[in-house]
């Protein structure tokens, strides 16, 4: 009786092993994602009949997910990349802001020295023209006007004339400021 139960036993066992690969084979054919499945299950899975289909999808579906990642990284690497093109393009276009406002400055002060120098030859000319005007003037007359005149523009009148009108006029000048005159026009 005792092998009669344990052959009982064995069958019904069997037949609860058999029923449960069978519901779980149903339950993974229809609802499961093969790829979410123990790899050594999935191989086996892949060698019955009906889940063979099933094993392709999932090694498709393993693929796709792999060459997607592939893609997000280069997507990455891609977006990387232009945000230091734009870095880049931000950077040059600060440099060449600095580079037109320095152009700017160097115009202005191109415009400044012109003015200047346009000022310091007409300047030039009017002194050369006053100079004129004491070499034919009285020595003595022209000391008594450079008497009320600075030192700088005596010396520029003086430096435009002629030697020997500039020693009439420093002789009939006073001995101390002909003295002062004559020392800043050498220098010492």
Do not use: C
Not at 174 to 186: H, N, V
């Amino acid at each position: 009786m005792d092998f009669l139960n344990n052959k009982n036993l064995v069958i019904a066992l069997s037949l609860f092993i058999v029923m449960a690969v069978i519901v779980m084979g149903l339950v993974l054919y229809f609802n499961a994602d093969l790829s979410k499945v123990n790899p050594f299950m999935a191989k086996i899975f892949s060698i019955i009949p009906g889940f063979s289909h099933k094993a392709q999808q999932a090694q498709q579906i393993d693929e796709l997910q792999r060459q997607q990642q592939l893609i997000e990284e280069e997507k990455n690497k891609i977006k990387e990349e232009w945000d230091n093109i734009e870095k880049k393009n931000q950077e040059l276009k600060i440099k060449e802001q600095e580079l037109n406002n320095r152009e700017q400055e160097l115009k202005s002060k191109e415009s400044e020295l012109m003015a200047t120098q346009t000022k310091v030859e007409t300047n030039l000319k009017n002194i050369k023209d006053i100079s004129q005007y004491y070499e034919n003037m009285d020595p003595g007359n022209a000391a008594k006007i450079f008497a009320a005149m600075d030192d700088e523009l005596i010396i520029q009148i003086f430096q435009n004339m002629k030697k020997e009108s500039v020693s009439q006029i420093l002789s009939a000048m006073d001995p101390k400021r002909a003295a002062t005159i004559t020392k800043k026009m050498s220098g010492i």
